[in-house]
């Protein structure tokens, strides 16, 4: 699993019909910074995920590639790499919470 914000979606009129009616999300994965582990630092890489959980704009998800996506509820048929698992409530590392953010 990984975690990732949510910077936006993914509209396909013309897709696999296996496909149709499902989210798309694009995300950008999130990694612990070394320097400051008390936030947040984006990966350099963006990622296409199904979402049958709801996730919004800028919240932050847990999605799994490969194999592991297409065991997910209602993923097994589908041709995905990438799906939306959990929407995150908090996170912390450690003893410090940094997800939501602790300052406004």
Request: glycine letters at 8%; a positive charge; hydrophobic letters at 50%.
């Amino acid at each position: 699993m990984f975690l990732a914000r949510v910077i936006g979606s993914i509209v396909a009129t013309k897709k696999d019909a296996t496909m149709t009616g499902r989210k798309l999300l694009l995300l950008r994965p999130l990694l612990i910074d070394e320097a400051n582990p008390g936030q947040f630092r984006a990966g350099a890489n963006t990622v296409v995920a199904v979402d049958a959980l709801g996730a919004g704009l800028d919240e932050v998800v847990l999605f799994c590639q490969g194999s592991s996506a297409r065991a997910a509820a209602g993923m097994k048929t589908l041709p995905v790499d990438a799906a939306v698992i959990g929407i995150v409530d908090t996170v912390d590392v450690l003893n410090k919470k940094i997800y939501p953010s602790a300052t406004p």
